[in-house]
């Protein structure tokens, strides 16, 4: 007893601060590298990794060409990302007036859903109830099935909620922005398209 009353902290019962803060300190250690962010490897750098970049689950249909879909090289709204958030943005943008095909959503997928595109693994979920992470469930008068939709099922909701919504036209997969600029004259933004 009298023991365990010599390592108590008086802000918490049996844990020594200097003890734990020690011990943070060498496991922070063994975390850093002298090589730091040079560790990683970017996927589209290297040869060996390219694999990794193709998307095993694009609708072959559903992509558009580029250019195409840019006429005169210009969108009056551009959105980076058909996640969630991109596809929601695009939504209240056609709701403030902006017509489906003056707007360009613009993303390396090959569909909606950004994470839920990608993962697909058994079991996967949200960890965010559904009715609180998933937007405009009214306008596409929809109910989840279960309080943490799963990633098959929040797939299909996007996918869906683009098309009720009008906004699937204007997507452009498997599409990479390069590089964005501001052009100052123009008052506009160009962008490189890959």
Not at 29 to 57: I, M, T
Not at 67 to 86: D, H, K, S, W, Y
Not at 173 to 188: D, V
């Amino acid at each position: 007893m009298a023991s365990e009353q010599a390592i108590q902290d008086d802000g918490i019962g049996g844990v020594d601060a200097l003890q734990a803060a020690k011990h943070y300190d060498e496991e922070r250690a063994k975390r850093l590298r002298d090589d730091s962010n040079n560790q990683f490897v970017g996927v589209s750098l290297s040869g060996k990794f390219q694999q990794f970049q193709e998307d095993l689950w694009v609708d072959a249909a559903a992509v558009k060409d580029a250019r195409t879909m840019f006429p005169n090289n210009r969108c009056q709204m551009l959105i980076l990302g058909a996640g969630v958030e991109g596809l929601l943005h695009a939504v209240r943008m056609v709701e403030a007036g902006i017509r489906p095909e003056d707007l360009r959503i613009v993303d390396i997928a090959g569909g909606f859903g950004e994470k839920w595109h990608w993962n697909r693994y058994s079991g996967v979920t949200c960890d965010i109830e559904s009715q609180y992470y998933l937007p405009l469930l009214e306008e596409a008068g929809y109910i989840p099935r279960y309080c943490y939709a799963y990633g098959k099922d929040i797939h299909e909701y996007v996918a869906l909620v683009a098309e009720k919504c009008g906004v699937a036209i204007s997507a452009v997969f498997q599409t990479r922005t390069q590089q964005l600029k501001w052009n100052e004259f123009a008052k506009e933004w160009q962008m490189e398209l890959v």
